[in-house]
C-alpha cells in the first residue's frame, strides 16, 4: 500500500479574515471551509482594525519571543529581556503575555493576585517599574486554579483585546511572550501586529535535538509569514556543579546543539545561557534574576544576548529612517 | 448493512486508555509517555501511544523510528510499530509530514479534524495500553481529545510537573481541566526532580524541589513519585533508545519503573 501523507498540506490557514478563506488549498478538508467560503467567517471592522493600526505605528520597537518547544525558557526568557531593557529608565518597555492556557509572566514579575483595572481609556496594565507594563491573562483570573478551556476563535478575541484595549501609551520597546507552537496565537499575533515595526522573532531553544526539532519548524514559521528572525538563544547550555565546578550536558547537544542548526539554516546565534539554579529561583519569588545574580555567568550571557538585540532593534531602526 | 452494523470500532480490542497531561510545556510528558510504555511492555504489556502534539511532536524520534511512513488497511491507518516484537505501536503527524522541519500551521479547526481522525482511524487492534501524549495546555487538542475518548472511558489522567512554581501554577490549571471533563487524575509525576553531579555525588535542585509533591498533597490526587535529572534519560531519548532495558542502573531508571508498577497494581486491585 502506498504511504500515507498529509493530505492536507502543511501550508497554513490563510486566517479566517483573508481574501483567500475558505478558497484556499490547505482549505480543503478544514470543517470551516463552508463557512469562510461563504464570507460569514469575521470580516475585519475596517474601524477596529484602523484603531489597532494607529496604536501600533507608536510602537518603536515589537519583538516576539518564540519556540517550537515548550518550557525551553521562553517567558524566563522574556522576562530578562524586559528587565535588562527598562534598566534604561528613559525607555518604555511593554511585556505582553500571550500565552492565554499558561500564563507564567505574572508569577516570573512578582505580579502575581494583581488585577486589571479599566478607565476612560482603556485597560491599565499592570507596572513593575514606573517604565514596564506588563498584560496577561492571568491578570483577568481569579483564582490559581482557575483555567482558561478555550479553543482557538476565542483565544485570538482575547489577543486582539489586549491590543487594541490596553492603554499602554508610548512604548519603546513591546515584548510578546508566546507558547510553544505554530498555531492561532502565532498567526493571530503576527497578523495583528502586522502594522507595527515588528523587528523580528528571537527564538529559544535548549541544546538537544529533541528540542531543535520543533525549533527548526518554528524557524520555517517565520520564514512562512515573513517574520525576521533577530536570531536564536540556547538555554540550559550546560550546567557547572557548584561544589566540584565540573560540567555536565544535562540536555546533550546530541546533533550539534543550536550552533549547529544555526549554521545550516543561516541564523545567528545569540548566545548560550548555562543552567543556573538562581534562575528558577529567581523566576518563583519573581525577581529579576539579572538583579540577584549579577555574578552569575548566566548573567553575562544574557546581557550580552540582550545588547545584541538591542543593537539589532537600533540597526533596523536607522536603516528605516534612512530610506524616509 | 449487517457488516455495517456489526464493524467494531478501532479501539475496540484497547483495554485501558491513559492520557499524560501538563500545563506547562517541556516538563516531560512525552518523556514520561515513552519510559511509561517502555516499562509496561518490560512487564509483558502491549502499547500503544498516541501523539496528538500536531505542533511539536516528539515521539517518533524517542523510539528511533522518525522516518518510518503510515500505511493504510481496511479498518483504517497502520500504526508504526518500533520493533518486529510489534509490542509498541505508534501514531503521530511526525510520521506523515514530508519533510521534517516542516511546520504545520493550523489553526484550532483543523487541529480537531485530524485529531477526530487519529481517534476513529488507526487499527491498534489488541492492547493493554493506549498512551495518550498531548501538548502543554488546555485548548483545542485536549477539549477535541477528551470528547473524542469519551466513549471509551478512559482509565485516567497522569499529570507530569517539574518542582518549580511556574510549572505547578499551570498544573493546577490542567486539574481543573480534568475536574470539568470528568478525567480521573491517576496521579502526579515531579519530573527533572533534582540533579546527582556524576563527578562527586553532590545533589542540585536545579529546578526546585517538591512542588509536585505538595500539589498532589493539595489536591488530594496521588502522587506518583521524583524523576531526578539524569542526562543518560536524555541521551537515550536522543537516540531512540530502550532506556528501561539499556539503563537499569541509572539514577532515573527507579522511579520510572515505580510509576508504571503504581499503574499495574492501581488496576490490578480494581482501584480505577
Known amino acids: 500500500a502506498a504511504a500515507l501523507q498529509l493530505s492536507l498540506s502543511v501550508a497554513e490557514c490563510p486566517g479566517t479574515s483573508s481574501a483567500q478563506a475558505g478558497r484556499a488549498a490547505a482549505c480543503q478538508g478544514c470543517p470551516n471551509q463552508r463557512l469562510c467560503a461563504g464570507g460569514a467567517a469575521a470580516a475585519p471592522d475596517p474601524g477596529e482594525a484602523a484603531e489597532l493600526r494607529e496604536w501600533l505605528r507608536a510602537v518603536k520597537h515589537a519583538v516576539l519571543v518564540l519556540s517550537g518547544k515548550g518550557g525551553v525558557g521562553k517567558s524566563t526568557f522574556s522576562a530578562i529581556l524586559a528587565h535588562g531593557l527598562a534598566a534604561d529608565e528613559a525607555k518604555q518597555v511593554a511585556l505582553l503575555d500571550i500565552d492565554i492556557c499558561g500564563p507564567s509572566i505574572p508569577k516570573m514579575m512578582g505580579l502575581e493576585g494583581e488585577q486589571v483595572h479599566q478607565s476612560g481609556s482603556g485597560w491599565s496594565p499592570v507596572y513593575v517599574e514606573e517604565n514596564l507594563g506588563v498584560m496577561s491573562v492571568g491578570f483577568l483570573l481569579s483564582s490559581p486554579d482557575d483555567a482558561v478551556i478555550w479553543r482557538g476563535p476565542k483565544k485570538n478575541g482575547l489577543i486582539k483585546q489586549f491590543l487594541r484595549d490596553v492603554d499602554w501609551g508610548e512604548i519603546d520597546y513591546l515584548i510578546v511572550d508566546t507558547p510553544p507552537g505554530t498555531s492561532d496565537e502565532h498567526l493571530s499575533v503576527v497578523q495583528y501586529l502586522s502594522a507595527a515595526h515588528l523587528d523580528g522573532a528571537v527564538i529559544i531553544t535548549t541544546p538537544q535535538e529533541v528540542s531543535l526539532q520543533d525549533v527548526r519548524k518554528e524557524i520555517n514559521f517565520c520564514h512562512k509569514v515573513k517574520l525576521p528572525v533577530i536570531g536564536v538563544v540556547e538555554n540550559m547550555s550546560g550546567f557547572i556543579c557548584p561544589k566540584c565546578k565540573n560540567e555536565s550536558q544535562i540536555f546533550p547537544p546530541t546533533t550539534g546543539g543550536a550552533e549547529k542548526m544555526c549554521q545550516n539554516l543561516n541564523v545567528s546565534l545569540l548566545g548560550k545561557v548555562p543552567l543556573d539554579p538562581q534562575i528558577g529561583k529567581s523566576c518563583d519569588k519573581g525577581q529579576s534574576f539579572l538583579a540577584e545574580a549579577p555574578e552569575s555567568p548566566a548573567t553575562l550571557s544574557y546581557k550580552s544576548i540582550i545588547q545584541r538585540i538591542q543593537e539589532y532593534c537600533d540597526q533596523h531602526q536607522f536603516q528605516e529612517e534612512k530610506i524616509i | ?272
Not at chain 2, 505542533?55 to 522518525?66: E, H, K, L
Not at chain 2, 475518548?149 to 478512559?154: G, H, S, V
Request: aromatic share 6%; glycine share 10%; hydrophobic share 40%.
Open chain 2, 1 to 272: 448493512l449487517l457488516s455495517f452494523l456489526t464493524e467494531k470500532s478501532n479501539l475496540a480490542g484497547v483495554r485501558h486508555i491513559l492520557l499524560v497531561l501538563s500545563g506547562k510545556g517541556g516538563v516531560g510528558k512525552s518523556t514520561i509517555s515513552t519510559e511509561l510504555a517502555l516499562s509496561l511492555r518490560h512487564s509483558g504489556k502491549k502499547v500503544g501511544i498516541l501523539d496528538v502534539d500536531l505542533c511539536g511532536p516528539s515521539i517518533p524520534r524517542m523510539f528511533r523510528v522518525q522516518d518510518n511512513d503510515v500505511h493504510q488497511c481496511d479498518s483504517g491507518w497502520v500504526p508504526v510499530f518500533v520493533d518486529q516484537d510489534k509490542s509498541i505501536s505508534l501514531m503521530s503527524i511526525g510520521f506523515l509530514l514530508e519533510k521534517p522541519d516542516d511546520a504545520v500551521v493550523w489553526r484550532g479547526p483543523k487541529k480537531n479534524a485530524l485529531i477526530k481522525q487519529f481517534i476513529a482511524d488507526v487499527a491498534w487492534g489488541d492492547l493493554d495500553f493506549l498512551i495518550v501524549d498531548t501538548p502543554p495546555g488546555t485548548s483545542d487538542e485536549h477539549i477535541s481529545t477528551v470528547e473524542a475518548l469519551r466513549p471509551y472511558k478512559p482509565l485516567g489522567a497522569i499529570l507530569v510537573t517539574t518542582p518549580q512554581a511556574v510549572s505547578v501554577g499551570d498544573v493546577r490549571r490542567e486539574l481543573t481541566f480534568c475536574k470539568k471533563t470528568g478525567l480521573r487524575v491517576l496521579g502526579i509525576v515531579e519530573n527533572m526532580s533534582g540533579f546527582v553531579c556524576p563527578h562527586c555525588s553532590e545533589c542540585t535542585n536545579i529546578f526546585s524541589k517538591g512542588g509536585g509533591e505538595e500539589l498532589a498533597k493539595h489536591a488530594g490526587v496521588p502522587f506518583l513519585g521524583c524523576v531526578p535529572l539524569d542526562p543518560q534519560l536524555s541521551q537515550s531519548l536522543e537516540e531512540g533508545r530502550d532506556f528501561i532495558q539499556e539503563f537499569p542502573k541509572s539514577s532515573a531508571f527507579p522511579a520510572l519503573a515505580h510509576i508504571a508498577q503504581q499503574i499495574l497494581d492501581g488496576i490490578s486491585q480494581q482501584s480505577y
